[in-house]
C-alpha cells in the first residue's frame, strides 16, 4: 500500500532548518517529490504553487501557525490529506485540530513507527479520494473536476482535443503513449476518418506551448510522455 505514495507529492512545513532538511530526506523515500517550507505565509504560497496530495505541518510556526494554514487550505480543498506535529497536547488545541479532519495528529518527538503506519492510511486514503489538482510544476495545475488548466490563478485556454490529450497523458504520467492510443482517443467520435500521426504531432506543439518546459517528452518511434 505504501509504495502507491511514490504517484503523490508532500508538502512538509517546519521552522528548524536541521529538523525539516532530515525529515525531507527521510519524506523522499515515499513520495515522487517533497516540498518545503520554513513559515505559515511560505507553506501557503508552496500549496498553491505546486498543489501537494498531502501535508505535514508543525503548528508552532512564524507568521502563520499550522492550524490557521490548514484551515486556509481546507477552505481551497477537502480533499487534501493533513497531518499535523505539535510538542503541545493542549486539549482545545486538539479540539480545534479535530475540526479541520485530519488524518493524524502527532505530537513530538515524531514516533518513526506510528508514522509509518500512518503512511499506509495516508495511501488509501489518496487513493479512495483522487486529487481535485494536479500539479504540473512551475505553477501549472490541472483541476481533474473542472478539466481545466491554470497557471496560478489564471486559467489557460485548451481546445476539447488538448483537453482530452491532457487528461489521458496526465492518467498515464510517467509512462509511453502510443500514436495509437492518443489517435483511438481522440478521434473515438470519427473512427471514419483518416487520422495521421501529423494530426497528433500539431495537437502536441500546441499544447506544449501552454505547459512547463520539456513537460511533454517525445519517445522515439513511440510516441510522447508527461513528466
Given at each position: 500500500?505504501?509504495?502507491?505514495?511514490k504517484?503523490h507529492?508532500?508538502?512538509y512545513?517546519?521552522?528548524?532548518?536541521?529538523?525539516?532538511?532530515e525529515?525531507c530526506?527521510y519524506?523522499?523515500?515515499?513520495?515522487r517529490?517533497?516540498?518545503?517550507?520554513?513559515?505559515?505565509?511560505e507553506?501557503?504560497?508552496m500549496?498553491?504553487r505546486?498543489?501537494?496530495?498531502?501535508?505535514l505541518?508543525d503548528?508552532?510556526?512564524p507568521?502563520?501557525?499550522g492550524?490557521?494554514?490548514?484551515?486556509?487550505?481546507r477552505?481551497e480543498?477537502?480533499?487534501v490529506?493533513?497531518?499535523?506535529?505539535?510538542?503541545?497536547?493542549?486539549t482545545?488545541?486538539?479540539?480545534?485540530?479535530?475540526e479541520?479532519?485530519?488524518?493524524?495528529?502527532?505530537?513530538?518527538?515524531?514516533?518513526?513507527?506510528l508514522?509509518?503506519?500512518?503512511?499506509?492510511?495516508?495511501?488509501?486514503?489518496?487513493?479512495?479520494?483522487?486529487?481535485?489538482?494536479?500539479?504540473?510544476?512551475?505553477?501549472?495545475?490541472?483541476?481533474?473536476?473542472?478539466?481545466?488548466?491554470?497557471?496560478k490563478?489564471s486559467?489557460i485556454?485548451?481546445?476539447?482535443?488538448?483537453?482530452?490529450?491532457?487528461?489521458l497523458l496526465?492518467?498515464?504520467?510517467?509512462?509511453s503513449?502510443a500514436?495509437?492510443?492518443?489517435?483511438a482517443?481522440?478521434?473515438?467520435?470519427?473512427?471514419d476518418?483518416e487520422?495521421?500521426?501529423?494530426?497528433v504531432?500539431?495537437?502536441?506543439?500546441?499544447?506544449?506551448?501552454?505547459?512547463?518546459?520539456e513537460s511533454?517528452?517525445?519517445v522515439?518511434?513511440?510516441?510522447?510522455?508527461?513528466?
Amino acid at each position: 500500500m505504501r509504495a502507491l505514495l511514490k504517484e503523490h507529492t508532500i508538502l512538509y512545513v517546519e521552522d528548524e532548518p536541521d529538523i525539516r532538511r532530515e525529515m525531507c530526506e527521510y519524506l523522499q523515500g515515499y513520495f515522487r517529490d517533497v516540498y518545503s517550507a520554513a513559515d505559515g505565509r511560505e507553506g501557503l504560497e508552496m500549496y498553491r504553487r505546486h498543489t501537494p496530495n498531502a501535508l505535514l505541518l508543525d503548528i508552532d510556526l512564524p507568521y502563520m501557525d499550522g492550524l490557521e494554514l490548514a484551515r486556509k487550505i481546507r477552505e481551497e480543498s477537502k480533499h487534501v490529506s493533513i497531518m499535523m506535529l505539535t510538542a503541545y497536547t493542549d486539549t482545545q488545541m486538539l479540539l480545534d485540530a479535530a475540526e479541520l479532519k485530519l488524518l493524524k495528529y502527532f505530537v513530538k518527538p515524531l514516533d518513526l513507527p506510528l508514522f509509518k503506519e500512518t503512511l499506509d492510511r495516508l495511501a488509501k486514503e489518496l487513493m479512495e479520494n483522487a486529487p481535485e489538482q494536479i500539479c504540473l510544476g512551475e505553477g501549472y495545475r490541472w483541476d481533474t473536476n473542472a478539466q481545466k488548466l491554470y497557471y496560478k490563478a489564471s486559467a489557460i485556454s485548451l481546445t476539447t482535443r488538448e483537453k482530452q490529450l491532457l487528461s489521458l497523458l496526465i492518467k498515464r504520467r510517467n509512462k509511453s503513449l502510443a500514436f495509437e492510443d492518443i489517435m483511438a482517443h481522440l478521434w473515438a467520435d470519427e473512427m471514419d476518418r483518416e487520422v495521421s500521426v501529423n494530426c497528433v504531432k500539431n495537437i502536441v506543439s500546441d499544447l506544449r506551448k501552454k505547459l512547463p518546459k520539456e513537460s511533454i517528452k517525445s519517445v522515439y518511434g513511440k510516441g510522447y510522455m508527461l513528466q
